[in-house]
Nanobody, 121 residues
């Protein structure tokens, strides 16, 4: 069965750090751009970061630039989140788009089920 599995979410105080991981099952991420998206109840899902197929480019939502880092390692994708803020709270989803250097909310081929990140004092 083809799927993506996220892990690493949790509760953290403002200023803290978390690292999310995205593991593929039934396929490999070698030919896929990988994106991290987040959603808060009542709001649309938004793209937080994307890493291209060959990892030559990365993109970030303006509000997370300088704080979040997306990368690949050993067949998985990760999102390192530093200096977390309450506005970063949400369910974070990993998604993959084949044969592409870009992500895009409506263009992804596979989605994970999400992992909850809560930033609160």
């Amino acid at each position: 069965q083809v799927q993506l599995v996220e892990s690493g979410g949790g509760s953290v105080e403002p200023g803290g750090s978390l690292t999310l991981s995205c593991a593929p099952s039934g396929f490999t991420l070698d030919t896929y751009a990988v994106g991290w998206f987040r959603q808060v109840p009542g709001k649309e899902r938004e793209e937080v970061s994307c890493i291209s197929r060959y990892s030559e480019t990365t993109d970030y939502l303006d509000s997370v630039k300088g704080r979040f880092t997306i990368f690949r390692e050993n067949g998985k994708a990760y999102l390192l989140m530093n200096s977390l803020k309450p506005d970063d709270t949400g369910v974070y989803y990993c998604a993959a788009r084949e044969y592409s250097s870009f992500c895009g909310l409506s263009a992804m081929d596979y989605w994970g089920k999400g992992t909850l990140v809560t930033v609160s004092s």
